[in-house]
């Protein structure tokens, strides 16, 4: 049974960090691109980052270039999110996702994790 | 950049037939991949490469991709199907969502 689990959520000030974990399990995880996607509270899905099987290409969304970076570790079957100079507007519920087999799609979710940014 | 647009809500009558879009430039050149939400869930996905369906997703839902539209369709809606719903598009490496659409069974 595929199971991605985030953890690292919570409540940050403005321009502070936040680092995101998701540990994978139920699958190949060191073959597989992995994305992060978010939903800020009541709002639609908003992609936030990919990164491939062996960490050679990343894509980030333009809201987050600069601030934002993703990283996996394949021997943990673990993906992150390092989150810098964090904004009201980073507020969101963020998900640690597994891209389908061909790509193109996302075929597992995990729960979720809520970050809160406030003063 | 690219952008997929949806209608914010539809309405159906159980047991009727729901048809959701989702439109962008020439969405049908790309793969399109259909998810469904509930209130306080992650999402879930119903439709991959335009017309698949993961295992486990009932055979009441189906999807087609032409031309800028790509369409959801669910036939014999049932109340559990009720819920939002978003397109999405892999664009250049980069992911592309839909607004969502809102369906409503009454």
């Known amino acids: 049974e595929v199971q991605l689990v985030e953890s690292g959520g919570g409540l940050v000030q403005p321009g502070g960090s936040l680092r995101l974990s998701c540990a994978a399990s139920?699958?190949?995880?060191?073959?597989?691109?992995m994305s992060w996607v978010r939903q800020a509270p009541g709002k639609g899905l908003e992609w936030v980052a990919n990164?491939?099987?062996?960490?050679?290409?990343?894509y980030f969304v333009d809201s987050v270039k600069g601030r934002f970076s993703i990283s996996r570790d394949n021997a943990k079957n673990s993906l992150y999110l390092q989150m810098n100079s964090l904004r009201a507007e980073d507020t969101a519920v963020y998900y640690c996702?597994?891209?389908?087999?061909?790509?193109?799609?996302?075929?597992?979710w995990g729960q979720g994790t809520l970050i809160t940014v406030s003063s | 950049s690219y952008e997929l647009t949806q209608p914010p809500s539809v309405s159906v009558s159980p047991g009727q037939t729901a048809s959701i879009t989702c439109s962008g430039d020439?969405?049908?050149?790309?793969?399109a991949s259909w998810y469904q939400q509930k209130p306080g869930q992650s999402p879930v996905l119903v439709i991959y490469?335009?017309?698949k369906r993961p295992s486990g997703i009932p055979e009441r839902f189906s999807g087609s991709n032409s031309g800028n539209t790509a369409t959801l369709t669910i036939s014999g809606t049932q109340a559990m199907d009720e819920a939002d719903y978003y397109c999405?598009?892999?664009?250049?490496?980069?992911?592309?969502f839909g607004g969502g659409t809102k369906l409503t069974v009454l």
């Open positions: 020439k969405l049908g050149d790309k793969y």
């Open positions: 996702v597994k891209v389908g087999l061909q790509r193109g799609y996302f075929d597992y």
């Open positions: 990164i491939n099987q062996d960490v050679s290409e990343k």
């Open positions: 999405q598009a892999w664009v250049s490496n980069t992911v592309v």
């Open positions: 490469q335009d017309t």
């Open positions: 139920g699958f190949t995880f060191s073959s597989r691109w």
